[in-house]
């Protein structure tokens, strides 16, 4: 999958290291309210490889067309069969955040799950002072579906936690 600026190639075992590098960035615990991936590189490995092995999840990692570097990952987990429904998680290197790569690698991964992997909706959990999260969200049509109330624990404070959607159906509606 490409488009002018970015492609997506689906992670591949030999990438652990350059994935366990973003998945270990010092910033993490502002990404997830979740617990933090496992802290040791094998642990790592062994979750890495389940992951990209499962019909659960697609992990993918972005590649920027100019120079071919690795600029980040977009990660599809938690796919539900049942009701075609999956979670997105993603992270890009800081030099490379706000550039438009985010948007448009979400943009064709969610293509991707939608009319290729049959899923009806995409939905996304974030901290709600995650505000470049949000603003990708919103500006491709995400709605914001609830609120997690102090649900986000970071650097000894609580936060919100914000979930957002999208269908199909309404998937280009604003674009
Ligand atoms: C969140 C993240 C993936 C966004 O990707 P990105 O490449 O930085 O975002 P883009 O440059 O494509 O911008 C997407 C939209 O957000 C807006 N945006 C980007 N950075 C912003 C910021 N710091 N503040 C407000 N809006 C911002 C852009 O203007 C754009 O909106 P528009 O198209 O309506 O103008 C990236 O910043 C990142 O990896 N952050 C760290 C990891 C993270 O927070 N992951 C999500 C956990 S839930």
């Known amino acids: 999958m490409r488009d002018s600026m970015v492609t997506i190639l689906p992670a591949e075992p030999e990438d652990v290291e350059m994935f366990y590098r973003w998945s270990s960035s010092d910033e993490r615990h502002l990404f ?51 009701n075609r429904s999956c979670e997105l998680g993603m992270f890009f290197e800081k030099k490379y955040r706000g550039k438009g790569y985010g948007k448009r690698a ?29 603003a990708l969200l919103e500006s491709l049509g995400f709605k914001r579906e609830g609120v997690l109330r102090k649900h986000h624990f970071a650097d000894g404070k609580y936060y919100d936690d914000y979930v957002y959607g999208i269908f199909e159906s309404e998937w280009g509606e604003n674009r």
């Open 32 to 82: 997830t309210c979740r617990e933090t991936y496992p802290p040791s590189k094998d642990a790592f490995g062994r979750f890495y490889i389940s992951e990209i092995n499962s019909n659960r999840s697609r992990w993918f990692k972005v590649q920027r067309n100019r120079g071919k570097r690795m600029v980040g990952k977009i990660t599809m987990f938690n796919i539900n069969p049942r």
């Open 106 to 134: 979400v943009a064709l991964v969610a293509e991707y799950m939608f009319y290729q992997m049959n899923m009806n909706k995409i939905y996304a959990q974030t901290g709600a002072f995650n505000e470049p999260t949000v």
